[in-house]
């Protein structure tokens, strides 16, 4: 399984590699390659151009400020895990991370990698839907900020134009003081997700929920923020009663089928993780509480 | 006409300048440009773990690597990690243990051992199995291997 | 049985330094000089007619040497098919394959042309622009509707879509079930997947235009059998073919097939006069390689009021695939293992191999006998599940006994002979794995378990298999002027470790190490006749041979020792390179000596009578095959919210008879297991209603990881054969034939408290929920 032939090109910086995507034909854009080399190798992509952006240091970057994580889209999903930064300020990244691939893709590939390849069920895409990231892109023309609820626009297809990159995301930060969980299936470790959840739950003094953001992969094309579900949550004690309604309405969200997945199974883990992800996050919230 | 560069790859120490093509893997090029047949591939889309080498340092599927990519870069394969002749402690707990039957994985399996020896010396089972997740074997259930991993960091720890 | 200090010990592996420093030569590491490579271009279709290909847009790519079709096969490979190796009256339709499509496809993936390139990157591009006229005809997907009367026909000349048809019999089952107490009836669906080695198939061919001979290495189980085919495409003499097998990563039976692809590169060879090489990719493997896959079983099983059984009978609908390349073979195998380790006095099963627009069914790790011993214990399951007993109780009940060995079982084997099982202790290996399960205590832990929510059971499998198989193994044991022993085999390793094994075996013969034993396989020019390695056949076979050749060859060093000073034999022994004085053990002859001696001096005749050199060649042949037996026991948990299977504990008892080397037999066993969990809860060839295959990557088709297979604790038994000179039996299938079942059975146990029962394999957690239903709900209910 060789790959087609192409023209090689690695651009130095990132006004560089928009200057190609601009100008060349049937080009694709090589970030870790754990997803774009195997579709090559099995020639399902024939790209004649292949511009690799990983000479391109300035999008491999890591900052904090106090509201929000900068990250940009060559950071390899290595570096996010070991950071000991986001392992504090933003756990529930480390948690999601937990799940994606194996130490050797883990060491290649790239979050915007990730981002633009838009697997359903990633679990870098998910944990992005739930903290409401943006997506900056990059062109010829300058750049453009994507709010993520924008940024899937069908199965495996960003909203990206054909002469954008995605330069980097901003993550905003989880309040330290919720309480937050990821879960989800897979059949085996490093798998993509059959169904994955995630959950941010805040509460008040009296523990009644306050804030509360979910969000479930894996039922169709991108992750899905059930608003209602949501909102069902806010003032509610973080209890059995409230999770299983949750849970309950989350079932009902629509699924696709594939040759190996039915659509009535999908809903069911979505309801079985979105309560096993809500009890996770209200016990982490809960522990805040009281500390 | 056919896409080339001109690169320098260090491979187990040793510097290799070749023109090759761009499309070549870097699986591909270790085995058949540099004849470093001990590097594995299995599958070509990146799940049996058989072309797991270090590319600075750290473990990669050399059939998800263009050679052209590694153009000034180091890579460590099968074939560096014993000194001349003897073999080092990660391997000789692969021979005591029954690590190997048919060896095909067994590269892959080494390097993938490596890094991971090399971050974690002290190692549980779980963390163990769960690093190797990323290497298929077919031959050994993996448990000989297992037993190999958590006799070479416990060799390696008292000084092997 | 003699005391050698090789035999029966834990000795580490030869073969190890050398794989663990990557020096490993598989197929793919052989480079030859002006060596061409070689890409398939494969039906698309299930079912095709094939037209016009039109070669010249892949010729015209610049380091493509050729594109050979049908057309340009030569006389001899177009006249025939592939050869059917396992001929049997009861394949009614004797299909098999051309070396490259004549006219018709019957499988996606089936070869079609074969292009030669600098490269495989150029083959492949070429490939691509190869065009071909195809025109799809109806597929058959299902073996059961292939059976319809209106069904699509897989070979459009055919009749029908059947293969062959038999029965298997022993006594009178309509009597024993007219009257029976119980009678239960079980339909049982199996699948099992592939052998995916982790090495693809691979060869390469070389011609010598002046003695019109070959050269061809490829990664098999047995070189001689290809050899066999390659005399009979070609139409060419012993002299003419030499067949390689190098270093060979993983074989589990596929690789023992006669493929097409095989002959195709040595006919490019032979076109071009340049070495060809052909490496299959992962894609490849999941079309283009034989595997096992879809049966169906319809059983019934009678038992008295105390759960003794009475007969089992029934159907059984085993899908072949598209061709029978090993015959009937495969499910005449499964059907002469259900019996088991169970007195079964009438028992029959009605057998119809039907073809599909798939790949070939050939054996893979089991052979046909993990798919009958699921159905023989979920028999079991359900008599212990009605009469409400112990499933371990209803086993203990029915076991054949120790001293009815050798014990008649009244049916043939697919060797031809009796299934007679030589020995064996039932009874004691179930208690063994039981014991060491921790069985008895298992209640309360279920118990326990369930009052926190958590769901445990535990799953028993019993297997009796047939090891060991003939026709015979050969080998030559020499010693060569060098005084050095090295021994041939036509046994072929891919993973075995026979270079330890069968060193271990002659090492003792000689009193030396085995580092001074070289032992080569694979060669079809260093010994004249061989058969292969699988069906866990080499240690009875090849160790025999080796035991055989090795005692010859020192008892003739003996005898020219003797001569050569003048004492008695029987005063003599070997040890450490020499022949010498018991009584004064400096005192002897190097085993160079004797060597030299041995093969007379040029102009002198040969002294003492003696034929020449210091060799003999042994061809072990079993009257039967040996019967080794085993024990499995499962222990799971099954979260009812998600229907994930995780395991608590794995116990695999067996009883292979006198082992050679105990941590080579572990590793089989407990390799052979964590195929069975692939088997049991993973591992699945999806089509689409096309029957086009769909799962053809590993992303897709799951292999078990290492976080997905248990930690295996062994027990061993050790009741020798009668039947070869060293006690031995098989050890390579066991741990694969007795795992599906126990899994199976011990997750049907974790959901009894919810009247689920399973007779199917592979199950996945989706199934498990929906077999649930409204339970799988739990805590969100």
């Known amino acids: 399984m060789k790959p087609a032939p192409f023209v090689y090109h690695d651009p130095r910086s990132l006004h560089e590699a928009a200057g190609m995507l601009a100008s060349l034909e049937n080009a694709r854009v090589l970030a870790g390659g754990q997803s774009l080399m195997p579709m090559m190798n099995f020639r399902y992509v024939m790209p004649d151009h292949l511009i690799d952006l990983n000479k391109v240091g300035e999008l491999a970057y890591l900052r904090f400020d106090a509201a929000a994580l900068h990250i940009g889209a060559m950071t390899r999903q290595r570096e996010l895990e070991f950071s000991a930064e986001i392992g504090t300020r933003c756990p529930l990244l480390h948690e999601a991370l937990a799940h994606v691939g194996h130490r050797q893709t883990r060491n290649r590939g790239t979050i915007g990698g990730s981002l633009c390849h838009l697997d359903p069920s990633a679990e870098l895409v998910n944990v992005t839907a739930l903290l409401g990231g943006t997506l900056h892109a990059a062109s010829q023309h300058g750049t453009r900020d994507i709010p993520f609820a924008e940024f899937a626009a069908a199965y495996m297809t960003t909203s990206l134009e054909a002469d954008e990159l995605l330069a980097g995301i901003t993550l905003p930060l989880p309040d330290r003081r919720h309480g937050y969980a990821f879960v989800e299936f897979a059949r085996r470790h490093g798998d993509f997700a059959i169904v994955a959840c995630s959950a941010l739950l805040g509460l008040d003094r009296n523990g009644d929920i306050t804030q509360a953001a979910l969000a479930l992969s894996g039922l169709g094309p991108a992750p899905v923020r059930p608003a209602l579900v949501e909102r069902a949550l806010i003032g509610q004690k973080p209890a059995g009663a409230a999770f299983k309604a949750a849970a309950a309405e989350a079932a009902k969200l629509e699924a696709t089928a594939d040759a190996y997945v039915t659509a009535a199974y999908r809903q069911h883990l979505a309801r079985v993780l979105t309560f096993r992800a809500l009890e996770q996050a209200a016990r982490r919230a809960m522990e805040k509480t009281d500390g | 006409m056919a896409d080339t560069r001109a690169i320098a790859v260090t491979v187990n120490g040793k510097v290799h300048r070749r023109e090759v093509e761009t499309r070549m893997t870097l699986a591909d090029f270790l085995r058949h440009e540099l004849e470093l047949t001990g590097t594995h591939v299995g599958c070509e889309h990146g799940v049996c773990g058989a072309c797991t080498v270090l590319i600075g340092g750290a473990s990669a599927r050399a059939c998800l690597l263009l050679a052209v990519q590694c153009d000034g870069e180091s890579i460590t394969t099968v074939e560096g990690l014993a000194a001349g002749e003897q073999l080092n402690a990660l391997q000789q707990a692969f021979q005591d243990n029954h690590g190997l039957q048919c060896g095909f994985c067994t590269p892959g399996m080494l390097i993938t051992l490596t890094e991971f020896l090399r971050d974690h010396p002290d190692p549980s089972e779980t963390e163990v199995r769960e690093v190797l997740s990323g290497n298929l074997c077919r031959c050994t259930g993996y448990q000989p291997i297992v037993a190999a991993a958590l006799d070479a960091a416990k060799r390696i720890r008292e000084g092997a | ?781």
């Open chain 3, 1 to 781: 049985m003699m005391a050698g200090k090789s035999f029966g010990r834990p000795l580490k592996r030869k073969e190890d330094p050398a794989l663990l420093r990557g020096e490993g030569r598989f197929v793919d590491d052989i480079h030859l000089s002006g060596m061409l490579h070689a890409a398939f271009v494969r039906s698309p279709h299930a079912h095709a007619r094939v037209g016009r290909i039109d070669k010249r847009a892949a010729l015209a790519v610049p380091g493509v040497h050729a594109v050979l079709i049908f057309a340009d096969l030569p006389e001899s490979v177009r006249r025939q098919t592939l050869p059917l190796l396992m001929p049997h009256p009861a394949i009614k339709q004797p299909l098999m394959p051309y070396a490259l499509a004549k006219d018709e496809t019957c499988y996606a993936g089936e070869p079609v042309a074969c292009v030669v390139a600098d490269s495989r990157y150029l083959a492949e591009d070429a490939a691509q622009l190869v065009e071909v006229d195809y025109e799809p005809l109806p597929a058959v997907g299902d073996c059961r509707a292939a059976l319809d009367k209106d069904a699509a026909l897989v070979h459009a000349a055919s009749e029908s879509n059947v293969a062959a048809r038999f029965p298997i019999k022993v006594g009178d089952t309509d009597r024993a079930f007219s009257g029976a107490a119980h009678v239960f009836r079980e339909k049982i669906y199996q699948h099992r997947g592939g052998a995916f080695f982790i090495e693809c198939r691979g060869a390469v061919a070389c011609h010598e235009a002046p003695s019109g001979s070959f050269t061809l290495y490829a990664s098999s189980q047995g070189p001689h059998r290809l050899k066999r085919c390659m005399l009979d495409m070609f139409d060419l003499g012993d002299h003419q073919v030499r067949v390689i097998t190098p270093d060979v990563g993983g074989g589990f039976g596929p690789k023992g097939s006669f493929y097409p692809e095989y002959v195709d590169i040595a006919v490019a060879a032979q076109a071009l006069n340049r070495p060809v090489k052909w490496i299959e990719d992962r894609r490849e493997n999941f079309l283009a390689t034989h595997q096992e896959r879809d049966q169906y079983w319809d059983m019934e099983i009678a038992v008295d009021r105390d759960a003794k059984i009475l007969g089992v009978r029934g159907q059984l609908i085993h899908e072949t695939g598209a061709y029978v390349p090993m015959g009937v073979v495969l499910p005449w195998i499964t059907a002469t293992t259900v019996p088991g380790p169970y007195v079964i006095p009438n028992y029959k099963l009605d057998v119809v191999s039907v073809f599909t627009n798939k790949i070939q069914t050939t054996p893979v790790r089991g052979a046909g006998r993990p798919e009958a011993v699921v159905t023989m214990e979920r028999l079991m399951d359900r008599v212990a599940r009605e009469l409400k007993l112990d499933p371990a109780e209803v086993r203990r009940r029915n076991f054949i006994r120790p001293e009815q060995m050798p014990y008649k079982v009244g049916i043939i084997f697919r060797d031809g002979r009796p299934v007679t099982y030589d020995s064996g202790d039932y009874p004691a290996c179930q208690a063994a794995a039981l014991e060491v399960s921790g069985y008895a205590g298992f209640s309360l832990r279920q118990a326990t378990a369930r009052a926190q929510g958590r769901y445990l059971g535990i799953g028993i499998s019993n297997t009796v298999e047939a090891t060991g198989l003939g026709p015979y193994e050969s080998a030559t044991v020499r010693i060569s002027t060098s005084g050095r022993i090295v021994v041939y085999t036509g046994a072929t390793p891919q993973g075995q470790s026979h270079k330890t094994t069968l060193a271990q075996i002659a090492a003792d013969q000689f009193g030396v190490d085995i580092k001074d034993v070289a032992v080569v396989t694979g060669d079809t020019a260093t010994i004249a006749l061989g058969i292969g390695t699988f069906a866990a056949r080499t240690a009875v076979n090849a160790g025999s041979s080796v035991h055989i050749a090795a005692a010859e060859v020192a008892a003739k060093a003996k005898k020219i020792a003797a001569g050569m000073m003048e004492c008695l034999e029987d005063d003599l022994e070997l040890a450490d390179g020499f022949v010498r004085l018991k009584s004064a053990p400096d005192v002897g002859k190097s085993l160079r000596e004797i060597a030299v001696k041995s093969i007379g001096m040029l102009g002198f005749s040969m002294a003492g009578g003696l034929p020449p050199g210091l060799e003999h060649t042994a061809h072990f042949t079993p009257e039967q095959s040996v019967y080794a037996n085993g024990t499995h026991v499962a222990e799971v948990e099954v979260d009812i919210e998600t229907g994930a299977v995780s395991f608590l504990r794995y116990t695999a008892a067996h009883d292979c008879g006198r082992v050679i080397n105990p941590m080579v037999v572990d590793g089989q066993v407990v390799g052979g297991v964590a195929h069975g969990v692939g088997n049991a809860l993973y591992e699945r060839m999806v089509y689409d209603e096309n029957v086009q295959p769909v799962s053809t990557n590993f992303g897709e088709y799951l292999m078990p990881l290492a976080t997905d297979v248990p930690h295996v604790d062994l027990v061993h038994l050790e009741t020798p054969s009668p039947l070869n000179p060293l006690g031995l039996k098989g050890a390579g299938e066991g741990g694969t034939i007795g795992s599906i079942a126990a899994i199976i059975s011990a997750v049907e146990n974790a959901l009894a408290p919810f009247g689920v029962t399973l007779a199917e394999a592979p199950i996945s957690p989706q199934r498990i929920v929906e077999l649930l239903g409204s339970h799988a709900l739990g805590r969100t209910r």
